[in-house]
C-alpha cells in the first residue's frame, strides 16, 4: 500500500497486515510522529519488518525496540 503521510493513523490497518512496512522522510512531517512511528510493529505478520528513515534523531529512539532506522547523512 502507499500512503500519504496525513493519511496514516495508528488503528488505520488491521494488526498482522504486512511482511514490511517501509517509511522515508515521512514521519517528521505527521502531526504525531512517535505514535505513528510506535504503531507501525503491530501492523506487522510474523517475522515482519519495519524500516524508518528519518533526519531527525529524536526518532531514533525507537531502535531498542526491534526496529532498523537509518538516519540520512545530510
Same mark, same amino acid.
Do not use: W
Given at each position: 500500500?502507499?500512503? #500519504? ?9 488491521? !494488526? !498482522? ?19 505513528? /512511528? /510506535? !504503531?507501525?510493529? /503491530? #501492523? ?7 524500516? #524508518? ?16 532506522? !537509518?538516519?540520512?547523512?545530510?
Amino acid at each position: 500500500a502507499r500512503l #500519504l503521510p496525513e493519511k496514516f493513523r495508528p488503528g488505520l490497518f488491521p !494488526a !498482522a497486515s504486512f511482511d514490511a512496512v517501509i517509511t522515508t522522510d515521512t514521519l517528521e512531517h505527521m502531526d504525531e510522529p512517535l505514535a505513528c /512511528a /510506535a !504503531a507501525l510493529p /503491530a #501492523l506487522l505478520k510474523p517475522g515482519g519488518k519495519v524500516y #524508518l528513515e528519518v533526519p531527525n534523531e529524536a526518532l531514533l529512539g525507537f531502535k531498542d525496540k526491534g526496529l532498523t532506522i !537509518a538516519q540520512k547523512d545530510g
